[in-house]
């Protein structure tokens, strides 16, 4: 097991996180249930899985937890796109 609040990328996953609640926060109301949404819970997926992974007894199961976290990155991504 490994302890991710030591991970930089895990730190910096909980940066990205305080940065959409930021943003969202502006976001029109009637957003609150669609792509806001979306967002946070694409942007808390990030480090939530990267811990999860870090939980975990093997390798194997670290990177497909790593992995996940990868995935929800690119649709954050793609989601801020839309945003724009």
Not at 10 to 28: D, M, Q, S
Not at 38 to 55: D, F, L, W, Y
């Amino acid at each position: 097991m490994h302890n991710f609040k030591e991970l930089k990328v895990w730190k910096a996953g909980i940066e990205i996180c305080k940065t959409i609640f930021e943003l969202t926060r502006n976001f029109p109301q009637e957003e609150k249930f669609s792509l806001t949404s979306q967002m946070t819970r694409s942007a808390v997926s990030i480090p939530s899985n990267i811990a999860e992974g870090c939980g975990r007894k093997s390798n194997k199961e670290l990177y497909q937890f790593l992995n996940i976290s990868l995935g929800s990155s690119f649709e954050l991504e793609t989601q801020v796109i839309i945003a724009q």
